[in-house]
């Protein structure tokens, strides 16, 4: 059975840093792509980064390109998102996701609230 346990969140004033963790169990890490998403209230998920499972090369999306930075630690079997900089609209909940082809895994969120 595939767990995704996400850590990290938490309440931060606008420019304040953050460090998300997921540690996955029941599979390796390497198999699979890797992502970070997040929901902010009334807005639909939005992908912020994924590690492709052949490349440790990391995407980001327009809105964090330049402030975030995502990581794989194999040994550890866990990814993680480094949140620099942080700006109010970045509140929300992140999820942690496991993808290849048409299967999905997801770990159950941690909240990140920006506020001054």
């Known amino acids: 059975q595939v767990q995704l346990i996400e850590s990290g969140g938490g309440l931060v004033h606008p420019g304040g840093s953050l460090n998300l963790s997921c540690v996955a169990s029941?599979?390796?890490?390497?198999?699979?792509?890797m992502g970070w998403f997040r929901q902010a209230p009334g807005k639909q998920r939005e992908l912020v980064a994924r590690?492709?499972?052949?490349?440790?090369?990391?995407n980001y999306s327009d809105s964090v390109r330049g402030r975030f930075t995502m990581t794989r630690d194999v040994a550890k079997n866990t990814v993680y998102l480094q949140m620099n900089n942080l700006e109010i609209e970045d509140t929300a909940i992140y999820y942690c996701?496991?993808?290849?082809?048409?299967?999905?895994?997801w770990g159950q969120g941690t909240q990140v609230t920006v506020s001054s």
């Open positions: 029941g599979t390796l890490i390497y198999i699979w792509d």
């Open positions: 590690i492709v499972r052949k490349t440790d090369d990391a």
């Open positions: 996701n496991a993808n290849v082809v048409s299967t999905d895994h």
